[in-house]
């Protein structure tokens, strides 16, 4: 009896560890990395933004679901997953590669995929099953349509360069957003003593 009892709170005691109810290690280095990515976005400008005035356009960032309070945990990490793997789809492609600095553009992409592993990790631990469903419904569905909304942009913009810095300026604002949300699931996860 008195083995089960130490078993029980030696469970007990792992579940709620530095991983958090989530199981998985959203340390401070992933959210350092969200920053330097903020940096390196801020450092591809090419043109100045008030020269691009007529191709602003307001591409409807659902802010309030990203972060607001109401979002579960395995929804925040989906929400967040999303918004990674679109930035980085969205850099990754030919056009990118002609439009900005390739070494600043291939660390930018860096940052993004390490974070993408960190999460992919913590994706699937907290969703298992319920993964298909969170990525077709709710706040994960929304930035999957805020992120079609800006390919749309740069196609009927010929992705001409003005377009591309507003584009640009754009996925600062919301990666702006993604790294408060990781650092709200930090939080939410009892790791504040990450490196």
């Not at 990754?92 to 600095?101: F, L, P």
């Not at 992120?147 to 942009?153: A, E, H, L, N, T």
Request: glycine share 8%.
């Amino acid at each position: 009896m008195a083995f089960m009892l130490s078993l029980l709170m030696a469970l007990v005691l792992v579940s709620y560890g530095p991983g958090g109810s989530l199981g998985c290690d959203l340390s401070q280095k992933h959210v350092l990395i969200g920053r330097k990515n903020l940096r390196l976005l801020g450092q591809m400008r090419r043109l100045s933004p008030r020269f691009c005035l007529q191709d602003r356009k307001d591409f409807a960032f659902p802010q309030e679901m990203v972060e607001g309070g109401q979002l579960q945990e395995a929804q925040a990490i989906s929400v967040l997953h999303e918004m990674l793997q679109q930035s980085f789809n969205l850099f990754h492609t030919e056009r990118a590669s002609a439009a900005w600095d390739t070494t600043l553009l291939e660390q930018l992409r860096t940052g993004l995929h390490q974070q993408l592993d960190d999460l992919e990790a913590c994706l699937g631990q907290v969703t298992g099953e319920e993964d298909s469903a969170l990525g077709r419904t709710g706040p994960t569905l929304a930035v999957k349509r805020y992120f079609q909304g800006i390919r749309v942009y740069l196609k009927e913009k010929g992705y001409s360069d003005c377009a591309l810095e507003t584009v640009r300026v754009e996925i600062m604002r919301s990666l702006s957003s993604s790294v408060s949300l990781q650092e709200r699931l930090r939080m939410m996860d009892g790791d504040l003593s990450s490196p």
